[in-house]
């Protein structure tokens, strides 16, 4: 078993910036893959950001390519999330997964654990 534990959510202004951390405890000694999921209110689950677990490879959304960067240490088994010039469209709680892989996954199904998730909130 996996647990992941984000952080790093908050109230920013639209255009300011935030990072977020999902820290992972348990049988982390194998190699993960990564990922970075939000919800909306309303809205379906939709995917961020995917991370191989050599962190040479990374993939975004559409939706946030150029605004935010994933990125992780394994030696602290710690993912990150940084995201800046955000906008009130990226509120949202923002769940990481894990996967055990050694590839890059877009697909939220695909994993096979999750976090509690932690709120963004963008304001205009």
């Known amino acids: 078993q996996v647990q992941l534990v984000e952080s790093g959510g908050g109230l920013v202004q639209a255009g300011g910036s935030l990072r977020l951390s999902c820290a992972a405890s348990g049988r982390t000694g194998s190699s993960y893959a990564m990922g970075w999921f939000r919800q909306a209110p309303g809205k379906e689950r939709e995917f961020v950001a995917a991370?191989?677990?050599?962190?040479?490879?990374?993939y975004y959304a559409d939706s946030v390519k150029g605004r935010f960067t994933i990125s992780r240490d394994n030696a602290k088994n710690t993912v990150y999330l940084q995201m800046n010039s955000l906008k009130p469209e990226d509120t949202a709680v923002y769940y990481c997964?894990?996967?055990?892989?050694?590839?890059?996954?877009?697909?939220?199904?695909?994993?096979?654990?999750w976090g509690q998730g932690t709120q963004v909130t963008v304001s205009s």
């Open positions: 997964a894990a996967k055990r892989s050694t590839g890059l996954i877009r697909v939220g199904t695909m994993y096979d654990y």
């Open positions: 991370i191989r677990w050599t962190g040479g490879s990374s």
